[in-house]
Each structure stands twice: as structure tokens, then as C-alpha cells.
């Protein structure tokens, strides 16, 4: 059963554009909500992360949006550069229990 | 100096065959993982390690045997291999197992079985 769906699968973004990705969840004892960035032949690296007491929460160019009520989470990435071009995860998990991935987010952005 | 570094980085091997995956990190962290990340990039954790106890053991084939010699290390054996167990594998580690401490991954294992 898959308890965090992603999307969109792919996205494709002009360099200086803002690039949106969502997650949505469903078991509500989740209370960590990090994202991982990964570039090919690595493995994932955390970019950003938000627990559910905070709305926002914002390092650099990258925010991450939360909605506790809607159970929906979203990362935005302002003024993308072409070496933002990986594959974002977005993760959810509850104190104790396993990380849980969405399927990933394949961001190409063009110069 | 890496972090969580496994080896190999790349595993070419023939169906049945028996293999081997180790993985270290050198974080002082407690707790240690194995996810697989299939043909679609989607990430399935495999075993968790928390001070050398097993502490998450998904619903994987038997074939797949994970070892903790120490906290430091984790290392996976793969019996009998298979077709379907072409993947990419990753190790990770996280300070503890309890709190929502982020984890870091080492780069990975691929697996291509022939």
C-alpha cells in the first residue's frame, strides 16, 4: 500500500522558473516530512525537511509547504537552475517507524 | 571522506549465483538500513539495523540475509540470485532508530543479473 503519493512523475522547467512538486499522505501519526534530492549514480541526499507544527519552512531557494488538514505537503524550488536537475523524493514517517518514500519526481530543467 | 561508502559499485553476476554487498559508515550513527530502489526509482527499505539488533525486517525473500558485525557495519548476502533481483541497492544510516533523524545514503549498488 502505497502511503505517500507523488506527483507529477516528471516535470520540466525553464532555468529561472519556479518548479512545484506535491505529496500527499494518508496515516496521520506521521509527524517527519523530508525531502531527498538525487542525482544519478548517487544515492539520495536530504535537501529539506518540516514536521507538522510549522506551515513553511524555507533554506535557500527551496520551500517546503505543509497542510496538516488536507494531509498534503508540497516543495517549491524558486529561480531553478539547470543543476537542480534530479530526481526529488518526498518522504514521510512517524516517530519509531520506517521512512516512506513517494515515487519520485524526475525535474529536468532547461537552459 | 565518506560517509556511508558500500562496495561494490557495480555487481555483473549470473542467475543462482550467491553475492555479497558490504556497507560502512563512519558517522557514529546506531542504526543502519538496506533499501532497493527498482527500474522506476522507487525506494523500498529493505532491513533496518539499530545497534547490531534487526529492528525492521520487510516482507523480503529469505534468499536475502542481512549481517551487522558491528554498528558500523552492514553488509547483505544474496542467495540463489535472480532475475528480478536486478535493482540498485542502498545503505544508510541515521543516528538512531526512534527519533526522526535524517538519514544519509552511500551511492549505491547495482546489480544486474545475466
Redesign the interface.
Known sequence: QQQVKQSPQSLIVQKGGISIINCAYENTAF??F?WYQ?FP??????LI?I?PDVSEKKEGRFTISFNKSAKQFSLHIMDSQPGDSA?Y?CAA?A??S??T?G??T?LTVNP | DTA?SQTPKYLVTQMGNDKSIKCEQNLGHDTMYWYKQDS??????MF?YNNKELI?N?TVPNRFSPKSPDKAHLNLHINSLELGDSAVY?C?SSQD????Q???????TRLSIL
Do not use: C, M
Not at chain 1, 549514480?41 to 536530504?46: S, T, Y
Not at chain 2, 532508530?97 to 526522526?100: E, F, H, L, M, S
Open positions: 509527524d517527519y523530508p538525487q549514480g548517487k544515492g539520495p541526499a536530504l525537511a514536521r530526481t523524493f514517517k516517530s519509531g520506517r521512512l518514500f515515487e519520485g524526475q | 556511508v522506476k526509482k522507487f525506494l523500498k527499505i533496518s525492521i520487510e542502498f544508510a532508530a526512534t527519533n526522526n535524517p538519514q544519509h545514503f552511500g551511492d549505491g
